[in-house]
Structures are given as structure tokens and as C-alpha cells.
């Protein structure tokens, strides 16, 4: 098995998640099978808790990982599918080696930083090397900025790691920044000299130095990159801002062959990458025949990260369907105080995210009531769903009072609430139903057509707030359709209207699963209904 380690320099936002992606798509289209890593060195145990102000959205795993939003561009930019092995946090690790060492499983010993941390880390390498051994390349992303503190632990087990498995089946990338002086009119080295000069200081030396850079890197600035940093001047590849769409990365850093000098480096026999389809899906984003407007009606909706896979999986259904997505993004909130006037007259469909707690729910509930009102095309996810629910409860049955427990203990008609077992529970990140989840869908209705009449669906949850099955009969009865229920547990996974073009919800997370070979079923309907509307 081989390693590549992407490290960054200079600053952070460089998009080190996405060069890492694109490695990996770059990868696979020479025929290799890649896995993709990320480790974080913040003291979190998950970002499952972290606010969305700080950390964006949280990508969930199959396996019910709550994990860093670059997960999900791994998963977009390449066919692997990730488990709770590809992610590691800071806190994780000592969290591990603590609950070791209250064990006694170190017999003893005082227990270090080095080796014990480090030796935690590699171990976390290697059980992801083991766990899919038919791999040819794991890709491990290392959050933050070379001369952090708190990454100097990884970067330490890095350079031990390299030196166990051969320095031959390792390869270092380093990103850094080339910033533009203005006043100058020149593009500057230095910070790139001296980031890898920190690298070096703890004993890696970068095989090959990825340079974001806004324009072009000329043949001078590369020779320079290059004497300093100690590297070949082929492998200081640039990484240049793209124009469109984050899907052009791959094909940005395939200009300066980064593909091939990594598969050099590790001495891997790998075709020549055909990008024909890469780069049509690309063309169609860019180029769309025709535009639908979302309204996403959301609590973080200033946020560019906040429903980061939502947005992307809107974008890439939008090419399936030769559509470009424009985002109206509305604050629920704004919704509440205002009214229908808040929302655009112009948007073609509604989509309300997922999210947790009280604000702005309201506003959300009459987002709701207007697409369902009006005719517009709705999607509702998660919570998007228990809002269409509530909304249809109060709305269509005329049930006074229907809420969902979360937002009001005492609800008189609980129509969305806990399951029994889930009463109790403290622990915040003990009660939420997580990851993947097998459930039935019912032929006839609209979401067994657009999943082209499969039986069963797998999708992945993250919530605690269930559809109330006591009222089940009475909304049922009003004619909301439930299109799908967990197998196990018949919990309510899928709900539609079917005297309406399109409003479906979900009670999971679709846009954890689209991919751009791949788009949504959920989100290709939903875009296809948006454009119809447009059209009518
Ligand atoms: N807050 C809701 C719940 O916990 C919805 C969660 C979500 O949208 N991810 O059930």
C-alpha cells in the first residue's frame, strides 16, 4: 500500500481538502483505487457538537461518523465510500489513550506524547490501510497549518510512519499560498520558502509543493520554489483559483500533471487518466441550457459552509438536468417576522435543510405552507421534513397545537417527537439516530418512481425527533402519502403530497449521497420539477 500525505503552509483555506480530492479523483481515473483520510488536530472529539458557526456542516458516514465537511468532498470527488476510520480528531486520540492508560493496557508505563500518541495516530493509518486492503492509495489530509502547535503531533507521526512503512511508498504534498503584492506587481515565494523550511525543521521534506496561487506560476518562480524548497521543478505543480465550479480542480491540477508525478513518486503502474466524462460533467455545469431558482430556507443560510452537501448535490442534479442551480437563500427568521414576503416571487422550488432547535422554525413552517399553498416544487430534508408534517397536521387536519416536541415540551399534539427509548437521554451525542439505515419504499408512490421502483433504500439519519405514528392514521386519512419506513422500526422515512407536482420529504439526509456520476434521485426530481415549474 501507498501513502500520500497532503500537509499545508502559509495560511489556512487553501483548499487543501479539495486538492486532496482531486488527487484522488485524478487517481482513480488512472485506474487506482484510493481511500481518503482526514485528521484534525482540534481537542473535539467529533464535530458532531460544534456549532455550524464554527465548523460548517457535519458530514455523516454509513457508519454514523459525524465527520469534517471534507469528507464530503472526498466522497463526491471519488467512488470510496468512508467509515469513522478515515476521520480522526485531536480528541480523539487522547481520548483513546487515556481510556488505555485507566486500563492499564500500558502496564506501567509513563505515558508520553511520543511514543504513545504517535504510536495511537499511525495505528489509525494502518487500521485503515487494513480494513480496506485492496486499496493502492490512501490519501491523508492534515488539517491546519504547518507550525501549529496542536499539529505537531501528527506531523511527528507522519515522519516516524514514513520511516516504518519505506520513505519509497510515501509521498509528501505540501499546499502553500502564493500571494500577489499589488503594489510589487509580483508574486511572492517567501512564505512558500519558509513553510517548507518548518516542514523540514521536523524532518519532512515535501516530495512535491502544490502553490495556490490567483493566476499563473511562470518557469521563474517555479525554478526559485524549487531550489529553496529542495524539490525537482516539475514538482512544483500550481493550483490555480478556478472560474466555475470547485469540479474544475481536478482538471486544474492535471495541467501540471500531478497525477503522474505522484504515481512516479510511489512507483505505481497506472494508465493515463481519461477525463472525457469528468470534464463533461464540468461543461455542463458551466455551460447549462436552462436555470431554476432554490429558495433554501434555513437558520445558518448566511453561511457559505453551513449546507455545503445540500448546495453541491442541488449543483450537481442541476447538470444531470442541463440546469444551472441559483441559490436563494432565505433567512427563516426573516420569514417569521415578514411573512410570505420574505420569500422571492421568482423562486421555481423550496427546499428547507436540516437543523436543530427553535429559531426560526415558524418561519420555515410557513415556507411550507406557501409551497404547498402555491404549487411550488418542496423538498424537505430532515427537518424539513418534520416542518412539512407540522405544517400539514395544522394546515390540512386542522390539528390546533401540532409541533414537534423539540420546539415545545408541552405540545398538545406532539406530532413529531422522541421514541420512547430516546426519553432521558443526556448525553447529547447519545440519542441521535446516525448513519446508514435500511428502509422500505412503497411502489406507486412519486419517491419509488424517481428511485426507479426499488424496493429497498439506504440512506444515512442524523436526528432525534421521530414522525409520531399516533397520528399516522388521521394525516394519512387528510392524504399525506408515507412513501417509505425503516425496515426495522417502521419509523417514517419518507412523506409526500400527492395533490401537489412535487412535495416530498425526507427524514434523511439525501445530499450525503450524490455524487456527480451519481446524482440524488430525491434531487434530480426535485430539480427536474423546479425547471417544469419554471417553464409552465
Ligand atoms: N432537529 C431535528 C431532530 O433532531 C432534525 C435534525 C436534522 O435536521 N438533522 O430530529
Known amino acids: 500500500m501507498k501513502y500520500i500525505f497532503v500537509t499545508g503552509g502559509v495560511v489556512s483555506s487553501l483548499g487543501k481538502g479539495l486538492a486532496a480530492a482531486s488527487i484522488g479523483t485524478l487517481l482513480e481515473h488512472r485506474n487506482l483505487k484510493v481511500q481518503l483520510q482526514k485528521f484534525d488536530p482540534y481537542l473535539n472529539v467529533d464535530p458532531g457538537t460544534m456549532s455550524p458557526y464554527q465548523h460548517g456542516e457535519v458530514y455523516v458516514l454509513d457508519d454514523g461518523a459525524e465527520t469534517d465537511l471534507d469528507l464530503g468532498h472526498y466522497e463526491r470527488f471519488t467512488n470510496c465510500t468512508l467509515?469513522?476510520?478515515?476521520?480522526?480528531?485531536?480528541?480523539?486520540?487522547?481520548?483513546?489513550?487515556?481510556?488505555?492508560?485507566?486500563?492499564?493496557?500500558?502496564?506501567?508505563?509513563?505515558?508520553?506524547?511520543?511514543?504513545?500518541?504517535?504510536?495511537?495516530?499511525?495505528?489509525?493509518?494502518?487500521?485503515?490501510?487494513?480494513?480496506?486492503?485492496?486499496?493502492?492509495?490512501?490519501?491523508?489530509?492534515?488539517?491546519?497549518?504547518?507550525?501549529?502547535?496542536?499539529?505537531?503531533?501528527f506531523l511527528e507521526a507522519l515522519r516516524q510512519f514514513s520511516l516504518e512503512v519505506g520513505r519509497e511508498n510515501v509521498c509528501f504534498i505540501h499546499v502553500t499560498l502564493l500571494p500577489l503584492v499589488k503594489a510589487a506587481g509580483e508574486i511572492k515565494t517567501k512564505p512558500t520558502q519558509q513553510?517548507?523550511?518548518?516542514?523540514?525543521?521536523?524532518?519532512?521534506?515535501?516530495?512535491?509543493?502544490?502553490?495556490?496561487?490567483?493566476?499563473?506560476?511562470?518557469?521563474?518562480?517555479?525554478?526559485?520554489?524549487?531550489?529553496?524548497?529542495?524539490?525537482?521543478?516539475?514538482?512544483?505543480?500550481?493550483?490555480?483559483?478556478?472560474?466555475?465550479?470547485?469540479?474544475?480542480?481536478?482538471?486544474?491540477?492535471?495541467?501540471?500533471?500531478?497525477?503522474?508525478?505522484?504515481?512516479?513518486?510511489?512507483g505505481l503502474d497506472s494508465d493515463t487518466p481519461d477525463l472525457t466524462s469528468w470534464q463533461g460533467f464540468?461543461?455542463?455545469?458551466?455551460?447549462?441550457?436552462?436555470?431554476?431558482?432554490?429558495?433554501?430556507?434555513?437558520?445558518?443560510?448566511?453561511?457559505?459552509?453551513a449546507y455545503k452537501s445540500i448546495y453541491e448535490s442541488l449543483t450537481i442534479a442541476g447538470a444531470a438536468h442541463d440546469t444551472k442551480v441559483k441559490l436563494i437563500k432565505i433567512d427563516a427568521e426573516e420569514v417569521e417576522k415578514?411573512?410570505?414576503?420574505?420569500?422571492?416571487?421568482?423562486?421555481?422550488?423550496?427546499?428547507?435543510?436540516?437543523?436543530?432547535?427553535?429559531?426560526?422554525?415558524?418561519?420555515?413552517?410557513?415556507?411550507?405552507?406557501?409551497?404547498?399553498?402555491?404549487?411550488?416544487?418542496?423538498?424537505?430534508?430532515?427537518?424539513?421534513?418534520?416542518?412539512?408534517?407540522?405544517?400539514?397536521?395544522?394546515?390540512?387536519?386542522?390539528?390546533?397545537?401540532?409541533?414537534?416536541t423539540e420546539f415545545n415540551k408541552e405540545a398538545k399534539h406532539p406530532v413529531i417527537c422522541l421514541q420512547e427509548e430516546q426519553q432521558g437521554v443526556v448525553d447529547k451525542g447519545g440519542s441521535m439516530r446516525l448513519g446508514d439505515c435500511r428502509s422500505v419504499l412503497f411502489s406507486g408512490t412519486k419517491s419509488a418512481e424517481l428511485y426507479g421502483n426499488c424496493t429497498h433504500i439506504h440512506e444515512r439519519h442524523r436526528h432525534r425527533y421521530e414522525f409520531n405514528s399516533d397520528y399516522q392514521d388521521q394525516l394519512q386519512e387528510a392524504g399525506l402519502v408515507i412513501a417509505s419506513v425503516s425496515e426495522d422500526q417502521g419509523l417514517v422515512e419518507i412523506?409526500?403530497?400527492?395533490?401537489?407536482?412535487?412535495?416530498?420529504?425526507?427524514?434523511?439526509?439525501?445530499?450525503?449521497?450524490?455524487?456527480?456520476?451519481?446524482?440524488?434521485?430525491?434531487?434530480?426530481?426535485?430539480?427536474?420539477?423546479?425547471?417544469?415549474?419554471?417553464?409552465?
Open 282 to 305: 464540468v461543461d455542463r455545469l458551466i455551460k447549462p441550457t436552462h436555470k431554476v431558482r432554490i429558495g433554501v430556507v434555513g437558520k445558518y443560510i448566511e453561511l457559505q459552509d
Open 83 to 153: 467509515s469513522q476510520l478515515n476521520s480522526l480528531s485531536s480528541g480523539q486520540v487522547f481520548e483513546n489513550v487515556i481510556k488505555k492508560e485507566r486500563r492499564g493496557d500500558y502496564l506501567g508505563a509513563t505515558v508520553q506524547f511520543i511514543p504513545h500518541v504517535t504510536d495511537a495516530i499511525k495505528e489509525h493509518i494502518k487500521q485503515a490501510s487494513e480494513a480496506a486492503p485492496d486499496t493502492d492509495v490512501i490519501i491523508t489530509e492534515i488539517g491546519g497549518t504547518v507550525g501549529d502547535i496542536e499539529g505537531h503531533l
Open 338 to 404: 415578514k411573512g410570505v414576503s420574505a420569500i422571492s416571487k421568482k423562486v421555481d422550488g423550496i427546499l428547507i435543510p436540516g437543523g436543530f432547535g427553535e429559531r426560526g422554525v415558524e418561519g420555515k413552517i410557513i415556507a411550507a405552507q406557501h409551497a404547498r399553498e402555491k404549487g411550488i416544487p418542496y423538498f424537505g430534508i430532515c427537518l424539513g421534513m418534520q416542518i412539512a408534517t407540522i405544517e400539514f397536521a395544522r394546515n390540512v387536519c386542522g390539528i390546533e397545537g401540532a409541533d414537534s
Open 495 to 536: 412523506i409526500e403530497n400527492p395533490d401537489h407536482p412535487f412535495f416530498v420529504a425526507a427524514q434523511f439526509h439525501p445530499e450525503f449521497k450524490s455524487k456527480p456520476n451519481a446524482p440524488h434521485p430525491l434531487f434530480s426530481g426535485f430539480i427536474k420539477a423546479a425547471l417544469d415549474h419554471r417553464l409552465s
Open 195 to 266: 513553510s517548507v523550511a518548518k516542514l523540514r525543521e521536523i524532518g519532512i521534506q515535501p516530495d512535491i509543493i502544490i502553490c495556490r496561487t490567483e493566476h499563473d506560476l511562470d518557469e521563474d518562480n517555479r525554478r526559485k520554489i524549487a531550489m529553496f524548497c529542495n524539490v525537482p521543478v516539475p514538482n512544483v505543480v500550481a493550483f490555480r483559483d478556478v472560474n466555475h465550479t470547485i469540479y474544475e480542480c481536478p482538471l486544474d491540477l492535471r495541467k501540471d500533471k500531478i497525477d503522474r508525478l505522484v504515481s512516479d513518486s510511489l
